[in-house]
């Protein structure tokens, strides 16, 4: 079945250091992108790519990057210029066509203590 | 900018009641609007949708109308199940594929 596989569902990280959360998707989607969820607050666009080697900021991008070297994969990284980085993450994707559903992994939980 | 404003929650109801999740916007043109649900643990999955005015969406009992006039598109089930229990987001198409405005999500809890 095709998916999007977010991984590892739950990450501890120390203040200070930076950390990699890995979406890989299978649904041969050319656009992907990354939401930040946080309690009351909705999600946030981080990032998108629309197609490899490319990608833009979102509405929240400061403390965070990210890489598209292949269409199946889009890493993000939290960096430690990110100042609130406990958060749910999660990965999305979509044909490049309007009005096309998102379609989401199951989300990384990343607690930084 | 756009923005989605739903109804604050938690709601919490019994087996068979009926549901309405308000959800309102704030936009130019004409956007596309979605309604997504996520379960515990889980990422979203787009419930249901309406690309323009007067569209009805409807998927597994639940529809929404694409109301133009009030800028709204207000969820509704006419009878909820325990297995509805989830978070609702109502969002917001922008010019772009993609990038979606969302709301803050409404909590629904339904008890036998």
């Known amino acids: 079945d095709g998916g999007i596989t977010q991984s590892p569902k739950y990450l501890f990280r120390k203040e200070g250091q930076n950390v990699t959360l890995s979406c890989e998707q299978n649904l041969n989607h050319d656009a992907m992108y990354w939401y930040r969820q946080d309690p009351g607050q909705g999600l946030r666009l981080i990032y998108y790519s629309q197609i490899v080697n490319d990608f833009q900021k979102g509405d929240i991008a400061e403390g965070y990057s990210v890489s598209r070297e292949k269409k199946e994969s889009f890493p993000l990284t939290v960096t430690s210029a990110q100042k609130n980085p406990t958060a749910f993450y999660l990965c999305a994707s979509s044909i490049t066509k309007r009005d096309s559903p998102l379609h989401f992994g199951n989300g990384t939980r990343l607690t930084v203590t | 900018g756009n923005s989605v404003t739903q109804m604050e929650g938690p709601v919490t109801l019994s087996e068979e009641a009926f549901l309405t999740i308000n959800c309102t916007y704030t936009?130019?043109?004409?956007?596309?609007l979605f309604w997504y649900v996520q379960y515990p643990g889980e990422g979203l999955q787009l419930l249901l949708k309406a690309t323009k005015a007067d569209d009805k969406g409807s998927n597994k009992g639940f529809e929404a109308t694409y109301r133009k006039e009030t800028t709204s598109f207000h969820l509704e089930k006419g009878s909820v199940q325990v297995s509805d229990s989830a978070v609702y987001f109502c969002a917001l198409g922008g010019t772009s594929y993609g990038k979606l405005t969302f709301g803050q999500g409404t909590i629904l809890t339904v008890h036998p």
């Open positions: 936009a130019t043109g004409y956007p596309s």
